[in-house]
């Protein structure tokens, strides 16, 4: 079978506008970045995404703020061939929208805070996601100053916000390099195309084309993590969704998501979630 390599990529908007906000109608699943920092607020799906180094499941009302040049992309749960019309709404804006005097300012000092905090990336509560749901919709619909005082209302939001979380881990290195980003772009399309297969370090060592050992400290460099733990994030998230959505029988739950082994499964899930399959799965049943 044909494997699908996706390479990072950078967007580029037609708008003319510094502020660009828009519905998605898009399939998802392309590893990408690009300069501008960017607000994505999901309404109608669920499934997982990968921020930096970060993997997690995610659902509706779920919003992050990205920085620049950090590479993201989500992974929809499809339940049949398209996607939920205007499932997202998604905000793109250069830093430089501000100008430097402008952001230096001592009154944006929490924008600032907050920017930086989105060079790993930034969860909001699902509370503070239903809030911006009315403002980030009348930014779609609103242009000129009226656009931009919707923005301002939504920063004031992210910025106030007592449950905002950081994604990536604090040793997730973040720059734009583009031959390094390429090869963790094609290693990270190989994992989540893959995950459910008997995979091994030398597998994925030979899609960077590096020796394992090498490589190894490379994964580790640019995503903070180890490829084992990060693989069995990937397993563990997608069994999540198995688990809280289907009533597939657990031992095949785990088959599916690559560990073939049950005692395994149930090791590396508590492990990752804090809780065994079962009782996770306990949680979404009226039991």
């Known amino acids: 079978m044909k494997t699908f390599i996706a390479e990072l990529e950078q967007v580029y908007k037609k708008d003319s506008s510094g502020l660009v906000a828009e519905y998605l109608n898009d399939k998802g699943g392309v590893w990408h970045f690009h300069?501008?920092?960017?607000?994505?607020?999901?309404?109608?799906?669920?499934?997982?995404?990968?921020?930096?180094?970060?993997?997690?499941?995610?659902?509706?009302?779920?919003?992050?703020l990205i920085a620049g040049n950090v590479p993201h992309c989500w992974n929809y749960y499809k339940t049949g061939e398209s996607l939920p019309e205007n499932h997202s709404i998604v905000v793109h804006f250069p830093l430089n929208f501000f100008g430097n005097e402008f952001l230096n300012q001592h009154e944006m000092v929490k924008v600032r805070e907050l920017f930086a905090e989105a060079e790993k990336g930034v969860a909001f509560s699902v509370q503070d996601a239903k809030t911006a749901e009315k403002i980030l919709t009348s930014m779609v619909s609103h242009s000129g100053i009226d656009?931009?005082?919707?923005?301002?209302?939504?920063?004031k939001l992210m910025c106030n916000s007592t449950h905002r979380r950081q994604l990536s881990t604090e040793n997730y290195k973040i720059g734009f390099e583009r031959p390094a980003n390429k090869i963790i772009a094609k290693v990270l399309s190989f994992i989540r195309e893959n995950y459910n297969k008997h995979l091994t370090l030398k597998d994925v060592s030979n899609v960077?084309?590096?020796k394992p050992f090498s490589f190894s400290k490379y994964f580790k460099k640019y995503t903070g993590t180890g490829f084992i733990e990060y693989?069995?994030?990937?397993?563990?998230?997608?069994a999540?969704?198995?688990?809280?959505?289907?009533?597939?029988?657990?031992?095949d739950i785990a088959k599916d998501c690559g560990f073939f082994s049950v005692s395994n499964f149930n090791k590396q899930f508590k492990k990752i979630m804090g809780i065994s399959p079962r009782s996770y799965r306990a949680q979404f049943r009226n039991i």
């Open 240 to 251: 999540c969704y198995l688990l809280r959505e289907t009533d597939t029988a657990i031992h």
């Open 35 to 64: 300069p501008e920092y960017e607000i994505l607020l999901n309404l109608k799906n669920n499934g997982t995404r990968i921020i930096g180094n970060n993997v997690e499941l995610f659902d509706e009302y779920d919003m992050v």
């Open 147 to 155: 656009k931009i005082l919707d923005f301002f209302h939504l920063l």
């Open 208 to 210: 960077a084309d590096m």
């Open 231 to 238: 693989l069995n994030q990937v397993r563990a998230n997608r």
